[in-house]
């Protein structure tokens, strides 16, 4: 997907993805300054440890405590958190989250990144759902401490009615993830109303139960891709200045998704 936005754009550059063991993390980080990278990527299990090894940190990725993305700038490695931001620009082709109340099912690393994103952009409320009270708890503390909006946790122990003010609602869960393709959300189906915006973060299938779910009752639905096309299209313009051209993107990535590639 990176690489199909720099040669549409004509750019010198290359998306390389290396696996380095997590006593090699710090020697990884060094060797990427040393080779005069613009930057990297990175990912599970690295979004927090990675944070050790850098020499500063964007604001919100400071509060979201992981970072997915890092730019050299000026010598210097800067650790940016682009999930949550590549979320809202996902969300804001469809509606401006602004004063509305979100709901969202989880308190990992996605669902941290795009609570506090949300957050910081003006939503009025976030309902954290989680199966765990302590993590979700700990999300809930964050966005109160730290962001205008209110928020409250709902510990995930049966069926969730979704309340009829819910603007949006996001899975920032595993729930859905390949090869568990038919797995469910716990949730009271006829909750669902066409008025809310419904979104998952699950890239692979896009299309996943619960979005399956949402649209038979008329909800429009945001998918996985949108959110990971955005997160890399943050990171390439943070590497290069560029503004790269998402369908390109999208294609290559639905491209590599379905073996085509
Ligand atoms: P984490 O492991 O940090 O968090 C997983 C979350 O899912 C936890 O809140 C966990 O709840 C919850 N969960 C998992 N299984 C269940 C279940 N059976 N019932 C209820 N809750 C469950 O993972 P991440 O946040 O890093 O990633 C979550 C998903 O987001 C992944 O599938 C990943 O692919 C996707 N993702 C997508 C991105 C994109 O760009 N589209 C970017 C980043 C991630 P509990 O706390 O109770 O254990």
């Known amino acids: 997907m990176v690489e199909a936005a720099y040669r549409h754009h004509g750019l010198d550059a290359r998306y390389i993805n290396c696996d380095v063991a997590a006593e090699a993390l710090g020697d990884a980080v060094r060797g990427a300054l040393a080779m005069g990278w613009a930057g990297f990527n990175c990912s599970i299990p690295h979004k927090v440890a990675v944070l050790a090894h850098l020499d500063g940190l964007a604001p919100s990725a400071e509060l979201i405590g992981a970072v997915n993305?890092?730019?050299?700038?000026?010598?210097?490695?800067?650790?940016?958190?682009?999930?949550?931001?590549?979320?809202?620009?996902?969300?804001?082709?469809?509606?401006?989250?602004?004063?509305l109340q979100l709901v969202l099912f989880g308190a990992g690393g996605a669902a941290r990144a795009i609570a506090v994103e949300s957050a910081l952009a003006g939503v009025a409320s976030?309902?954290?759902?989680?199966?765990?009270?302590?993590?979700?708890?700990?999300?809930?503390?964050?966005?109160r401490r730290h962001t205008p909006a209110s928020a409250e946790l709902v510990v995930w122990d049966r069926p969730y009615r979704l309340p009829e003010s819910a603007s949006v609602v996001v899975n920032a869960t595993s729930i859905g993830l390949a090869p568990n393709v038919d797995a469910r959300l716990q949730i009271e189906l006829d909750s669902l109303a066409p008025q809310m915006v419904v979104a998952d973060v699950i890239p692979n299938p896009p299309h996943t139960a619960l979005l399956r779910d949402a649209q038979a009752k008329g909800c429009v639905t945001l998918d996985g891709l949108g959110m990971l096309v955005n997160q890399a299209l943050l990171g390439i313009e943070h590497w290069t200045g560029i503004a790269a051209e998402p369908t390109v993107?999208?294609?290559?990535?639905?491209?590599?998704?379905?073996?085509?590639q």
């Open 126 to 143: 976030v309902t954290v759902v989680n199966r765990d009270h302590d993590r979700g708890a700990e999300l809930v503390q964050l966005l």
């Open 249 to 260: 993107m999208r294609t290559a990535l639905e491209d590599a998704l379905n073996g085509r």
């Open 69 to 99: 993305c890092v730019v050299v700038q000026d010598g210097e490695l800067i650790g940016e958190n682009t999930d949550g931001q590549g979320f809202l620009a996902s969300l804001r082709t469809l509606i401006d989250p602004s004063g």
